[in-house]
C-alpha cells in the first residue's frame, strides 16, 4: 500500500479516474442487457450492473468521507442512522478491497 498526500485538484482528478471504471463497467452491463437473448443472460446482465453500481456507490462514499463528509451527512442521504451508513459502507469497501478485480459475486471454478 502507498500513502500519497493530495492537493484539492489532485484529488479531484484521482475520483474522476476512479469513477471511470465502475461507470465503465454500468455501461458494458446495460450494453449486455439489451444484447441479452435469454432469461439466464438478462439476469447475469443485471447482476453485472448490479455489482458495478454497488463499485460507484462506494467509491462515491470513500470520495465523500476523504471530501470531508461526515458519516451523519452520508446517512442523511439514504434515510440510515449514523451506525447504520457505516455498517453499510464499511462492509461492502472491505469487500471490495478483499475481492480480485473481476472476480466480486462469482463462484469458484470446479
Same mark, same amino acid.
Given at each position: 500500500m $502507498?500513502?500519497?498526500s493530495l492537493t484539492g485538484d489532485e484529488v479531484d %482528478? $484521482?475520483?474522476i479516474v476512479a469513477i471511470k471504471s465502475p461507470v465503465r463497467q454500468i455501461g458494458a452491463a446495460l450494453d449486455e442487457l439489451l444484447a441479452a437473448d435469454g432469461p439466464l443472460s438478462r /439476469?447475469? *446482465?443485471? %447482476? &453485472? /450492473? &448490479? @455489482? *458495478?453500481?454497488d463499485d460507484l456507490e462506494a467509491n462515491e462514499v470513500q470520495m465523500? &468521507?476523504?471530501a470531508g463528509a461526515t458519516w451523519i451527512e452520508i446517512a442523511a442521504c439514504y434515510g440510515l442512522t449514523k451506525q447504520g451508513a457505516q455498517? &453499510?459502507?464499511r462492509t461492502t469497501? %472491505? =469487500?471490495?478491497k478483499a475481492a480480485p478485480p !473481476? @472476480?466480486? !459475486? %462469482? =463462484?469458484p471454478s470446479p
Open positions: $502507498v500513502n500519497i %482528478r $484521482v475520483s /439476469l447475469d *446482465a443485471a %447482476r &453485472r /450492473l &448490479r @455489482e *458495478a453500481a465523500a &468521507r476523504k455498517q &453499510r459502507f469497501h %472491505r =469487500k471490495a !473481476g @472476480e466480486k !459475486g %462469482r =463462484k
